[in-house]
């Protein structure tokens, strides 16, 4: 009987796609490397069908290339797709994750600014009224030390700016926002308790949408990336300054 794709083993696809792509990420499998699927085949006890359907998963994102009597070949960063949560997600994973953290901060600061300037300008009466609400529950939610509601509600107040934008392309962002804002929680650049500031600063950007004061809520939303940023580069360096002076009190 022959097996069907839907039917293919879900666990051994997504944990081989899993390896691949972290691998290619952390720089293990270099660009211009050449994947054998003899190889592959033998390495992580899969099937051929496995493989392919594996590889050609990668191959979507631009991380890998199948050329003609050569092989399936590793890509260079510039050609992944690097707006693709997955990719996102092995990029934090990786060596170079302060850089993408950045990278993907300063994009923010390009966007969401903006986001919420359009926000003040377009938002409906229940868009406003549902992001005042939940900054009070964002609010809360730090103020209890809660980082898992934190987290949570952070992740829809900053999706509700941008869909409140009512620019579709903005709105279509939200998961790129949403991978920066788990992974600097996940990889420990996030304070455990959110400074007061930024629980201010959410409150703000709510506040002034719902007032139609788009410039306070472009510099509110400003003030909140510009934070972040700071942040994570205050933690990155006190945790390897640690690891440097092991000895040292």
């Known amino acids: 009987m022959t097996i069907p794709k839907a039917a293919l083993s879900p666990d051994l696809h997504s944990s081989l796609v899993e390896n691949l792509g972290l691998a290619i990420a952390e720089g293990t499998l270099a660009p211009n490397s050449i994947l054998r699927l003899d190889e592959l085949e033998a390495q992580h006890k899969v099937s051929r069908s496995v493989i392919r359907e594996a590889t050609r998963v990668?191959?979507?994102?631009?991380?890998?290339?199948?050329?003609?009597?050569?092989?399936?070949?590793?890509?260079?960063?510039?050609?992944?797709?690097?707006?693709?949560p997955q990719v996102?997600?092995?990029?934090?994973?990786?060596?170079?994750?302060?850089?993408?953290?950045?990278?993907?901060?300063?994009?923010?600061g390009a966007i969401e600014p903006q986001a919420a300037r359009l926000a003040a300008e377009r938002a409906s009466l229940d868009e406003a009224s549902d992001l005042v609400s939940m900054a009070a529950r964002l609010w809360a939610a730090g103020q209890r030390g809660d980082q898992g509601e934190f987290l949570r509600l952070d992740i829809d107040f900053h999706a509700a700016v941008l869909n409140a934008s009512g620019n579709l392309m903005f709105s279509q962002l939200h998961n790129l926002v949403a991978e920066v804002l788990a992974g600097r929680?996940?990889?420990?650049?996030?304070?455990?308790?959110?400074?007061?500031?930024?629980?201010?600063?959410?409150?703000?950007?709510?506040?002034?949408?719902?007032?139609?004061?788009?410039?306070?809520?472009?510099?509110?939303?400003s003030r909140i990336v510009e934070q972040s940023t700071e942040e994570m580069g205050d933690i990155w360096s006190s945790s390897h300054a640690a690891e440097e002076t092991p000895g040292q009190p």
């Open 185 to 221: 929680t996940q990889h420990g650049l996030m304070p455990h308790l959110p400074d007061h500031e930024a629980l201010q600063l959410h409150v703000d950007v709510a506040s002034a949408i719902q007032r139609g004061e788009a410039a306070a809520a472009h510099a509110a939303m």
């Open 88 to 108: 996102i997600r092995w990029r934090l994973a990786s060596a170079k994750r302060l850089e993408q953290l950045r990278a993907l901060n300063e994009l923010r």
């Open 58 to 84: 990668l191959s979507s994102m631009g991380m890998l290339e199948s050329r003609r009597r050569l092989g399936t070949v590793v890509q260079p960063e510039a050609s992944w797709n690097l707006y693709d």
